[in-house]
């Protein structure tokens, strides 16, 4: 290795011009969700991390149009989106492509959903770029698909959930108020996708000045605040009803990545290995470890898985059943659910019930087009034979005309 040396005393110091930085870019291919429909001006996720980024020399591009379809832009506007990957990856030192699509989809297109996305995030990959997928619609599609793919996730927050679960109907938007949370998560994911040492606000603390950074929450003050009763959950070996060893009157059921309470409230998990979870709660991330039968929460709590719900286990005193009987409870709640599936379904098959009425008056016109191109061509086929019977009676006429002619001449 070759040591350095200053500049001789009195030499003037070679200066060289600093090489262009390429600049780091984050481009929102999203629907109306991202282009902050029904929020105020300047106040969508995008708006919000546009203003987190921009101290960072990152440049944020909305490519979402109204009523954007993740089918659309896998079919007939693949080629611009392609064309629009490769000159904002030429000229970005990293692109992250933030795939926020499926809201429309899902009314008539959920069938082919699962296949466009991994086709749009295969495409953003091919393109040396780095694809995000993010939820608004809390099911387990778009999670799914960021696993098979290995792209980053960006998971529903907490209120979206509860909206959903109370209105789990499509197409799903989620309250303008959420759009602050939506932006949380995603800037969560951006910061470790980035590298960024991003300062992100928590949403929904007891503190104002509370801020997440480097993925780990802690106040201004250096406190770490305290976590009230969560909801969250993810499937898996965390599946099953718990209560709480310290509060044995609480209830949570873990089913399909979702911690569902016994007052209503639902909240999705996101896996950390095969026994460890961590949620989303009041702004700030609380993990938690499967140890035998008991839930271990990073904040000190412990749920008790329960085996028999017939028999106080795992300190349940009997009293316990004050609150109703445990499997009735379930029951209801499948009941419950059931009805908000059915109706959804009812208003489906309204929706395919117009699209058929839509198409039958269609197909009578069509029907009544063709009639008339069979008459017409009917009409035209009957002055034709007229116009060749004419032409017969003009040419025989003719013929007699030119015998009479020549029979003259002939008698002369």
């Known amino acids: 290795a070759h040591e350095r040396h200053p500049p001789p005393s009195g030499a003037e110091p070679q200066c060289r011009a600093p090489a262009m930085a390429l600049q780091r870019t984050v481009a929102v291919l999203g629907d109306g969700v991202a282009l902050g ?183 201004k003050g250096g406190g770490t605040p305290h976590h009230s009763k969560r909801s969250g959950g993810h499937g898996g070996g965390f599946d099953g009803v718990w209560l709480h060893k310290d509060q044995p009157g609480l209830l949570e059921i873990i089913q399909d990545g979702i911690i569902r309470s016994d007052d209503g409230s639902c909240a999705p998990i996101q896996p950390i290995s095969h026994d460890s979870f961590y949620i989303e709660q009041g702004g700030h991330r609380v993990s938690a470890e499967v140890r035998g039968h008991e839930l271990i929460w990073s904040d000190g709590d412990i749920w008790c898985r329960v085996e028999d719900c017939g028999v106080p286990t795992m300190g349940r005193p009997p009293e316990r059943k004050q609150k109703g009987d445990l499997k009735s409870f379930i029951a209801a709640w499948d009941k419950a659910e059931e009805a908000c599936k059915q109706t959804s379904r009812e208003v489906k098959k309204n929706d395919i019930g117009s699209e058929r009425e839509r198409l039958e008056q269609e197909r009578r016109r069509i029907e009544a087009a063709r009639q008339q191109l069979e008459d017409g061509m009917k009409t035209l086929h009957e002055e034709t034979e007229n116009v060749s019977r004419i032409r017969e009676e003009v040419r025989e006429l003719e013929m007699r005309q030119s015998r009479g002619f020549f029979g003259c001449c002939s008698a002369g």
């Not at 101290?55 to 611009?80: F, H, I, K, M």
């Not at 209120?159 to 995603?186: I, M, T, Y």
């Not at 996708?193 to 991003?198: D, G, K, N, S, Y």
Request: with cysteine; aromatic share 4%.
């Open 37 to 219: 429909t029904g929020c105020p001006l300047g106040k969508s996720f995008v708006d919000d991390i546009q203003r987190a980024l921009e101290p960072y020399g990152v440049d944020v591009l909305n490519w979402s149009r109204e009523e954007q379809t993740a089918t659309c832009c896998a079919t007939e506007q693949l080629d611009d989106l392609q064309a629009q990957l490769k000159d904002t990856v030429a000229t970005s030192s990293q692109t992250v492509v933030v795939i926020e699509l499926g809201v429309h989809d899902r009314v008539f297109l959920g069938d082919m959903l699962e296949q466009t996305l991994q086709l749009l995030v295969k495409v953003v990959q091919n393109m040396n770029a780095i694809p995000v997928i993010m939820q608004v619609v809390p099911d387990d599609l778009d999670q799914r698909v960021a696993q098979d793919l290995g792209a980053a996730f960006v998971p529903a927050p907490a209120s979206v959930v509860k909206q959903f679960a109370r209105d789990p109907n499509h197409p799903f938007f989620p309250h303008p108020d959420a759009h602050k949370e939506l932006a949380r998560n995603l800037l969560v994911v951006l910061e470790q996708e980035m590298q960024l040492p991003l300062a992100i606000p928590a949403i929904g603390g007891d503190d104002d000045d509370t801020l997440l950074s480097g993925g780990q929450a802690r106040t």
